[in-house]
């Protein structure tokens, strides 16, 4: 709705077609028009590409924030690593090819060209080093690894940084947290960020391929759970804190029971189980041939949640409870 002003003689708003509107204390009328936003298969590849590059951005940033490796005289290093990654990205790069953490034409002052990788701990740890150069000085190293949360099952980049000795071979150990896995396509790279306390000397491992040679193993630890009692309809529902995974997965817990028919404590399997976005948890339904008197407990144990790239092994204590 337009809003006159009849002293003026102005109006502001739309009136059929017509645009009213101010612009540095002077009045303005237009033609009203919808913008064109085309929504072309290539405009839509476009927008989509841009948005990739602007994370694979903030992810080089965050790390690698004011590095010397970016020459900010005419143009942020922010903007610098956006159009680096669109244009890698553009290329038929991967997002981990085409992360910004330097820019294009940049030549090291050592390349890392020897990597191996130490699986025998793998499940725990993957151990990557490289025989190719021995560090003259104590230098930094910011580090990037694309992997796989298996927490919440997506593709993600861990970031950290290691420190190599003068004398040493680059040498970093990927502590998987009984989070991470490496399926295929994950790699890790490296830059070094202290540059300007050697003359602008700089060290790079580019992109090195860490797909898992085997399924780890991931150990997840239930906590304690909270009971909810619903004494009018005989129910309970036994929740657990399952630490933030959101993948779906059923798994079979014991219970004892006292059944008041035979007058003797018995024991039967249950599954506790987690849809997401509904908590994860037991639910018992109290009928008259058992209870939980006081004394009735979850035994401990453990369940796998095979998600095709790692097995997540499940364990819990024994927990007591009764009803009512």
């Not at 002293?7 to 237009?30: A, C, D, L």
């Not at 919808?34 to 903030?58: C, Y």
């Not at 009692?229 to 399952?242: G, Q, R, V």
């Not at 008197?293 to 035994?299: A, E, K, L, R, V």
Request: aromatic letters at 14%; charged letters at 15%.
């Amino acid at each position: 709705m337009a809003i006159q002003n009849f002293i003026s003689g102005g109006f502001y708003g739309k009136v059929g077609k017509v645009i009213g509107q101010r612009w540095h204390n002077t009045r303005y009328i237009r033609s009203y028009f919808i913008p064109f936003n085309p929504r072309t298969e290539k405009q839509q590849s476009n927008r989509e590409i841009f948005k990739i590059a602007t994370a694979l951005a903030q992810e080089a940033y965050n790390i690698n924030k004011g590095s010397p490796l970016w020459d900010t005289s005419s143009k942020p290093q922010f903007s610098q690593m956006v159009g680096v990654a669109k244009m890698r990205l553009q290329a038929g790069k991967s997002p981990a090819e085409a992360l910004p953490l330097y820019p294009d034409g940049y030549s090291p002052s050592v390349t890392l060209t020897a990597l191996s990788v130490d699986w025998s701990s793998w499940g725990t740890k993957a151990t990557i080093t490289d025989s190719s150069y021995r560090f003259t000085q104590s230098r930094t190293m910011a580090i990037e690894i694309h992997c796989k949360n298996e927490h919440v099952a997506q593709s993600v980049f861990f970031h950290d940084t290691v420190t190599i000795p003068a004398g040493s071979y680059f040498s970093y150990a990927f502590l998987n947290a009984s989070t991470y896995s490496l399926p295929a396509g994950s790699n890790i790279q490296a830059v070094s960020t202290d540059d300007s306390l050697y003359g602008g000397s700089s060290i790079r491992l580019p992109p090195f391929n860490l797909t898992q040679p085997a399924t780890p193993l991931l150990t997840v630890a239930l906590s304690a759970p909270s009971i909810q009692k619903d004494i009018p309809n005989k129910e309970i529902f036994i929740l657990f804190d399952i630490k933030g995974i959101t993948i779906p997965f059923e798994v079979g817990a014991t219970i004892r029971y006292y059944d008041i028919h035979y007058s003797s404590w018995e024991n039967t399997i249950f599954s506790f189980e987690h849809d997401p976005p509904y908590p994860p948890g037991i639910f018992l339904e109290v009928v008259d041939d058992y209870t939980f008197p006081s004394g009735s407990y979850i035994h401990p144990g453990t369940g796998i949640i095979n998600t095709g790239t790692a097995r997540i092994q499940l364990a819990w204590s024994q927990y007591a409870f009764s009803f009512p």
